[in-house]
């Protein structure tokens, strides 16, 4: 039997505030020492209340309008109840019933085909604490004598035991921290949909500066719901959700594997179960977590401790009106105004700090052409865009460096294209500069000067070496007279060894083809 997959998506992104989404301890994502970014609120001490963080309230809703969600006037916090060691309440501060966002869609392409997914709903909420599981530690704290705590760093010395234990540990860091939830329609039926889609959501995400969504960091984590179903049924299958994937690759590689999985339990003739899995992407496969939650397990019932959320129309308004430029609209803006081709614009425009430094590089470019208009080159833009997404991508994939961190400024990557479109370096020269640049910060024109990279342009010298190079080979200077044109392009290899490859290419094929008539 042929089953169809109906996958759908929950995607959880931590937002870029300051402080918590109940209270004002920071938000720092960075930060190492545990349970140090806490407070009476976060962690739920009698006679506490909470407070709406209107910075993470406005993320939301941006992200609402990003997507065409329909943002309605009433809003309500609901209180989920569960019970785990990271979730300090007792309780998590949600929504239910009444989320921020309802509605919207997001448009992806896959093998050329484009398809519409829709978005359910888009929520706030707070995060958990993070847990450290330690198995079978061989050094455990004795039996209390002898124990000091070291006030700075929380470390604990004293006699050990040698006996294996194992223990959880919590950091409330993160608790409280605000939560974007997205939840999809059931419209995925692949995995690679999936990575499309979550790429997609994370570079709309970044544009509007809603959150970094750096999933290594935890700050955007995907959970895939997916089903198997026989061909042509409308009844969905036994739902199954594979939990806290942190890669859009991951995600893709689990729902392969989970199709894989339950075609097989289910052609032995056996049931689904309903179940919360992991994702192991060491072994490539999933594994069985807990039996899955229903809603009603939860026992949603609105927060005492905090007002309906009523969103005033007005400010609506001026948040739609203040939404930033989209990757998309971006990427269409380079193709149109900088005739840049599609790849090129998709890979500056996926990352609005990539588009930012280009754009200001390109601004440059523009005053440059002002001042000297007789000079003004249309082509700088995609000299530009090929520079930034060649080498100087790969050298900061290679770095691990960032945007905000590069040495080359916008002003110096400009004067660098400039001479390169002017022919005052060759290609070689220009990645060795490019490199030098990245590595010092320096200027190329003294980074040029330096290391002796200017482009040969003078006829008079150009011809001397190329007169030598045809006396050397004969036999290549006849083939070209005879019509062969790959004789030529040796030749004028010859002369870019001979001149360490500071000859102008152009220049040099006109000087050959004049010394041989």
């Known amino acids: 039997m042929t089953y169809e997959p109906v996958i759908g998506l929950e995607i959880h992104a931590e937002l870029n505030t300051k402080t918590k989404m109940f209270c004002y301890s920071p938000n720092d994502p960075d930060e190492k020492r545990p349970n140090v970014n806490i407070c009476p609120v976060c962690m739920a001490h009698p006679g506490t209340l909470p407070t709406i963080n209107k910075e993470a309230v406005k993320k939301v809703i941006m992200a609402g309008l990003a997507l065409g969600g329909r943002i309605p006037e009433f809003s309500q916090f609901d209180r989920k109840n569960y019970f785990y060691p990271d979730l300090p309440k007792g309780y998590q501060i949600s929504q239910y019933e009444h989320p921020l966002v309802q509605g919207g869609e997001l448009e992806i392409t896959t093998h050329d085909e484009k398809k519409k997914i829709r978005i359910r709903r888009i929520h706030l909420e707070e995060d958990t604490g993070r847990l450290t599981h330690i198995i079978g530690e061989t050094e455990q ?3 209390g004598r002898n124990i000091q705590i070291n006030r700075e760093t929380g470390e604990v010395t004293g006699i050990r035991f040698r006996e294996p234990r194992s223990y959880s540990l919590v950091d409330f860091n993160r608790a409280g921290v605000p939560l974007m939830e997205l939840v999809t329609e059931p419209d995925f039926r692949t995995g690679e949909q999936v990575r499309q889609f979550g790429e997609a959501l994370q570079k709309i995400i970044r544009a509007i500066g809603a959150s970094d969504a750096d999933m290594e960091k935890g700050q955007m984590r995907v959970e895939v719901n997916i089903s198997l179903r026989p061909e042509g049924e ?24 989970e199709i894989a999985r339950q075609t097989d339990v289910l052609e ?5 179960v309903q179940e919360t899995r992991g994702w192991n992407e060491h072994k490539g496969e999933s594994f069985s977590q807990r039996v899955k939650e229903e809603a009603h397990d939860y026992r949603y019932f609105p927060e005492p401790d905090l007002p309906p959320l009523t969103i005033a129309p007005e400010w609506l308004e001026e948040l739609r009106r203040n939404m930033p430029e989209l990757p998309t609209a971006k990427r269409d803006r380079f193709v149109r105004e900088y005739d840049l081709d599609a790849d090129m614009a998709e890979i500056l425009a996926r990352d609005k700090d990539m588009a930012g430094y280009f754009e ?32 100087f991508l790969r050298l900061l994939r290679e770095s691990s460096t960032s945007l905000s961190t590069v040495k080359i400024t916008p002003e110096n990557f400009a004067e660098l294209t400039l001479l390169f479109a002017e022919q005052k370096i060759s290609s070689t020269a220009a990645k060795q500069i490019m490199e030098e640049m990245f590595r010092t910060g320096g200027d190329p024109s003294d980074i040029i000067e330096r290391l002796g990279l200017w482009q040969m342009s003078d006829t008079g010298d150009l011809e001397n070496i190329a007169a030598h190079i045809i006396s050397e080979n004969p036999k290549a200077a006849e083939d070209y007279k005879k019509g062969k044109a790959a004789s030529l392009q040796f030749l004028v290899g010859q002369v870019m060894k001979e001149s360490r490859g500071k000859a102008n290419p152009q220049i040099v094929q006109q000087v050959i083809k004049k010394l041989l008539g």
């Open 141 to 143: 704290i004795g039996d």
């Open 268 to 272: 032995r003739g056996e049931k689904i």
């Open 234 to 257: 409308e009844q969905f299958g036994t739902k199954v959700e594979i939990k806290n994937i942190n890669s859009f690759k991951y995600a893709a590689d689990a729902v392969a594997y």
């Open 360 to 391: 200001s590089a390109t601004s440059e470019l523009a005053a440059h052409d002002k001042e000297t208009p007789e000079r003004a080159g249309k082509d700088l833009p995609k000299i530009l865009g090929a520079f930034m997404t060649g080498d």
